[in-house]
């Protein structure tokens, strides 16, 4: 096997690029990927301040790597979420990278900063725990962009990723979910901007990406994972590739260039001025956030928390 680019030997095959590359020139082909979803997408510009979600997996740590490899202003956020182990470990590896190369990792914990855990929410609320996780996330990341002033939001979402959601959110023509699954959301009042830098890499490049590179990730999924449809989606959109080699980018990209436009567009609702979705914003009259209502959903939550443990 030689490399595609310099025919010295390779160390990875990507069949759907029907190209094998040497250590230099695969860590090279990551960095042209992302480089090319920025721009094809207009993710943002270099002078843009980024703030990278940071969980300690392999797909947060290879951005935030290639982000500051590439000479980008890119600090990172890690949001402890108390699920046992998991966190404690996720945690671990957030900080270690961060620490060796001096780069600035805020972090949030669920417990000690808001009161409670994804457990704990997940019980008071009945619902998967998924559902107060992701909810969190999203209050807690807008926050930290808003309150610390950065420009850009970025997650680590790869291209099965998308494909998988993609997928899910098809076979139940889920239109409000369609509408929104672009690579980019623009900024809108109090939210900042959010973008996925990795979608033109899938999820086995990301973690050959943190073995060449020498990044220690967390193997381990999060436990609350096991089972979900999103793994299932996944298995078999790879059940596909195995098949038919590029048929996740396929799936994705020529949605994004030939169907999303068919469900609408979010890009009005999500302009950063002078619409109406932003006009009937209000502020938390807890925490301050942009909320629709005069509790928003995050604070509701930790409220539904607290009167269930009394
Ligand atoms: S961390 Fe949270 Fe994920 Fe765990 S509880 Fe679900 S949403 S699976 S990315
Ligand atoms: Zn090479
Ligand atoms: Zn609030």
């Known amino acids: 096997m030689k490399c595609r680019v310099c025919r010295g030997p390779a160390v990875i095959d990507i069949r759907r690029h029907n190209a094998n590359f040497c250590v230099d020139h695969f860590v090279r082909h990551c960095g042209q990927q992302m480089e090319r979803a920025i721009s094809d997408f207009s993710m943002f510009e270099r002078e843009d301040s980024l703030l990278v979600a940071v969980s300690g997996g392999k797909d947060s740590l290879a951005i935030w790597d290639m982000l500051v490899e590439a000479g980008y202003q890119a600090d990172g956020l890690y949001i402890g979420l108390g699920i046992g182990d998991y966190s404690d470990h996720s945690g671990a590896y957030a900080r270690a990278f961060a620490e060796q190369r001096s780069l600035v990792l805020h972090e949030v914990d669920l417990e000690r900063d808001h009161g409670f855990t994804v457990e704990q929410a997940s019980t008071a609320t009945g619902r998967v725990p998924c559902s107060a996780c992701g909810l969190s996330k999203r209050h807690i990341f807008d926050a930290v962009a808003l309150e610390k002033g950065y420009d850009v939001l970025i997650t680590g979402h790869n ?49 050959a990406y943190c073995v060449v590179r020498g990044i220690d990730y967390l193997v381990e999924e999060c436990p609350m994972a096991a089972g979900n449809s999103h793994l299932q989606y996944k298995e078999i959109l790879n059940q596909m590739e195995l098949e038919s080699p590029g048929s996740k980018s396929v799936f994705y990209f020529n949605f994004l260039r030939n169907a999303a436009e068919v469900f609408g567009s979010d890009t009005t609702a999500e302009s950063s001025e002078g619409n109406q979705e932003v006009m009937t914003l209000s502020a938390c009259e807890s925490c301050g956030s942009p909320s629709s209502n005069d509790i928003c959903a995050f604070c509701r939550l930790g409220e539904r928390v607290k009167a269930e443990s009394r």
């Open 159 to 207: 291209l099965d990723d998308e494909a998988a959601v993609l997928y899910g959110n098809t076979m139940r023509w889920n239109v409000e979910y369609l509408r929104r699954q672009r690579p980019v959301l623009p900024a809108r009042n109090g939210f900042p901007r959010k973008v996925k830098p990795l979608v033109r890499l899938g999820e086995r490049e990301t973690a």
